[in-house]
């Protein structure tokens, strides 16, 4: 069974642009959540997918959004990049939610802003 | 919201010896406690985990103690190898997504 998949891995934006990360779950997980890893903050939770819904959202500023399709494959969005902003993207798929269940990571998206 | 604590942040150990990572939560509905091992440029792994009916388990050298009244959990890891070097985060959840504490990077000295 493959793994989550996220895309791309590593990217480079100027401050001011925009981002878009793409993720696929394990084939037959339902929800996609959403973490943001930086050294000095560790991992912290953006938002979780289920079967299209937003379910939690983190504390993050607006610029910060997802979504998720009907085949469970999700994106996330980030606006008016920020220096901040730069971090691994991690996404995580479980079979019913994040919330007391074993999540799953991908490798992540690197992404650096300049 | 649920609050995650980790300590130490940092672990040196010889090769052989013990390892101890202590977490503390401040939700008394969190009920899920799983443990993730990150090595150097890849995806944190789930490498134990624990639920709240239960107050020990253990997988071959790693083991998860869970004190509910205390709100607090530990990993334990006997003898511990060069492979062992990674950065382990702790987690806790329940009716919430999961929070994660902020890391410990275990080095195993050989």
């Known amino acids: 069974k493959a793994g989550v998949t996220q895309t791309p891995r590593y990217l480079i934006k100027t401050r001011g642009q925009q981002v878009t990360l793409s993720c696929s779950p394990i084939s037959g997980h339902r929800s996609v959540s959403w973490y943001q890893q930086t050294p000095g903050q560790g991992l912290q939770f953006l938002f979780e997918y289920f079967s299209e819904t937003q379910r939690n959202k983190g504390n993050f500023p607006g610029r910060f959004s997802g979504r998720q399709f009907s085949n469970s494959r999700s994106e996330m969005n980030v606006s008016t990049l920020e220096l901040g902003d730069s971090a691994l993207y991690l996404c995580a798929s479980s079979q019913t939610g994040s919330s007391g269940n074993t999540i799953y990571f991908g490798e992540g998206s690197w992404l650096t802003v300049v | 919201g649920e609050n995650v604590e980790q300590h130490p942040s940092t672990l040196s150990v010889q090769e052989g010896d013990s390892a101890v990572i202590k977490c503390t939560y401040s939700d008394s509905a969190s009920n899920y406690f799983p443990w993730y091992k990150q090595e150097l440029g890849k995806r944190p792994q789930l490498i134990i985990d624990i639920r709240s009916n239960v107050g020990e388990k253990k997988d071959q050298r790693i083991a998860v103690t869970l004190n509910k009244t205390a709100k607090h959990f530990s990993l334990h890891i006997t003898e511990t190898q060069p492979e062992d070097s990674a950065v382990y985060f702790c987690?806790?959840?329940?009716?919430?997504?999961?929070?994660f504490g902020k890391g410990t990077r275990l080095s195993v000295i050989a």
């Open positions: 987690a806790a959840g329940g009716n919430t997504p999961l929070v």
